[in-house]
Each structure stands twice: as structure tokens, then as C-alpha cells.
């Protein structure tokens, strides 16, 4: 007599159930994943633009004409405008905007702006201050709450 080889349509039934139900535990932690890691290194990018920043200043005592635009705000000349810096524009995830250019020269926030099309849309802005202060829009409503200056809130 011979032994039939293979897999039932249960068993294969349950094989496919218990894929279905480890993908939907593991697709939003690794969604999550993917999320923090560019948001880290839009961080990064943000101190990268700072440090440029400074030099700007160190050569020509102030932070006025860092940026290409109005009113000398808007794209930063002294660094790339999007992040990560380290791949093409295409992939960009963040915009690298200098947000804030005090009128004397002396002080700027730089901000971080969820790319239109990328994966971190909704993820609420990054800012960076002259100061060293850091902020997160958490909660994407615009402003900037007394529990939203840090990048690990």
C-alpha cells in the first residue's frame, strides 16, 4: 500500500493562518522600526546642518546669509536641504529648512519637515535651536509643548 505525501488542505490552511497572524504582529513593530531609525537620522542631519551652521558663523561673525531664499530664511546654503543627507534626493524623508533667522544674525532654529510621500508623514517635525535646545512636534499640531523639547519624548 502506498503512503500519500504532502500536506492536507487543513494543514496547510493552519500553515497559512499562523504566517497571517505573525505578519500582523511583526509588520507594526518593524513599520515602528522604520520610522524611529529615519527619524534618527534626520537628528543626526539636523546637528550635521547645526555644525555647519557654526562654521557659517565662525567665518563671518554672524548666521545671516546660511540660507538661500525671502528674507534670508528658507533652504540652508551651508548644508543639503534634505535628509538623509547621505542618499539621493529621491529618498529624501525630511526637508532641512532653516525655520527661524533672527534679524540680527545671532540666533536660528532649524527644522526637519516630513517629506510629502515618505514614510514619515505624520510623524510630526524635528527643530533644533541656536541654543541647543531640541524639539519634536509629537503630536503634529504645530507649536511646540513644554513636554515636546526633547527628541525621545
Known sequence: M???KGFSLVELMVALAI???????ALP???SYVKDSNRASAQADLMALAAAMERHK???YSYAGAATGGADT??????QTYSPSSEPIANRRYDLTIDTLAANGMSYRLRATPAAG???VGDGDLYYFSDGRKGWDKNTDGVIGANEFCWKC
Open 19 to 25: 504566517i497571517g497572524i505573525l505578519t500582523m504582529v
Open 58 to 60: 565662525a567665518t563671518t
Open 2 to 4: 502506498m503512503k500519500n
Open 118 to 120: 515618505s514614510v514619515q
Open 74 to 79: 528658507g533652504a540652508p546654503s551651508v548644508f
Open 29 to 31: 513593530t518593524y513599520q
